[in-house]
T-cell receptor, first 118, second 112 residues
Framework: QVQLQESGPGLVKPSETLSLTCTVSGSSIRSAYYWGWVRQPPGKGLEWIGTAFHSGITHYNPSLKSRVTISLHTSDNQFSLKVTSVTAADTAVYYCVRDNGRSSSDQWGQGTLITVSS | QSALTQPASVSGSPGQPITISCTGTSSDVGTYDLVSWYQQHPGKAPKLLIYEVTKRPSGVSNRFSGSKSGNTASLTIFGLQAEDEADYYC????????????FGGGTKLTVL
């Protein structure tokens, strides 16, 4: 059974860097899947952030690309998300996902709410 | 990149079929057979229902069916059930300026 679990600070100050980690069990991040992040502002729709493959390939949302980095940590079977220079608009539930390589996320974490506020 | 266009809400009675549309452009839905659909109940993570336009993951009911014509993809739910009441999102691969995914704005399904 594949499980993904997000972990992070919950509260981030404006202009700082948001850092999240996703711990994967039941599936190796060195396998033939992409690993990524999707977010959902409170009461709003889903926004794709990006994905990464163990070969080093990354794909990012063009509107976020300058502020986002997704990294895979194979020794821990984890991957991470960093978003720099955050504002209130980055307040959202952040989900880590497994992408099946066909542009669809077949496994999701439970999500973690990140609030940007001073 | 603008979100794919979905109706904000649809409704139907138990047992009836309903269809949710998802309109994109020739740069995404119209070019790539990489459209997926997700179901999200309140307070829960989304669940994959359909991928590659028409395919269902193992365990997803065959009451859910996907299709595509031109720049518009559709999700049809047959034999509507109370448990189908949820938000539904479409998603498509897009190739420019770099490969990425775009979600629709979401559709709230109400079972009357």
């Amino acid at each position: 059974q594949v499980q993904l679990q997000e972990s992070g600070p919950g509260l981030v100050k404006p202009s700082e860097t948001l850092s999240l980690t996703c711990t994967v069990s039941g599936s190796s991040i060195r396998s033939a899947y992409y690993w990524g992040w999707v977010r959902q502002p409170p009461g709003k729709g889903l926004e794709w952030i990006g994905t990464a493959f163990h070969s080093g390939i990354t794909h990012y949302n063009p509107s976020l690309k300058s502020r986002v980095t997704i990294s895979l940590h194979t020794s821990d079977n984890q991957f991470s998300l960093k978003v720099t220079s955050v504002t209130a608009a980055d307040t959202a539930v952040y989900y880590c996902v497994r992408d099946n390589g066909r542009s669809s996320s077949d496994q999701w974490g439970q999500g973690t709410l990140i609030t940007v506020s001073s | 990149q603008s979100a794919l266009t979905q109706p904000a809400s649809v409704s139907g009675s138990p047992g009836q079929p309903i269809t949710i549309s998802c309109t994109g452009t020739s740069s995404d839905v119209g070019t790539y057979d990489l459209v997926s659909w997700y179901q999200q109940h309140p307070g829960k993570a989304p669940k994959l229902l359909i991928y590659e336009v028409t395919k269902r993951p193992s365990g997803v009911s065959n009451r859910f069916s996907g299709s595509k014509s031109g720049n518009t993809a559709s999700l049809t739910i047959f034999g509507l059930q109370a448990e189908d009441e949820a938000d539904y999102y479409c998603c498509s691969h897009a190739g420019t300026p770099t490969p990425h995914l775009i979600f629709g704005g979401g559709t709230k399904l109400t079972v009357l």
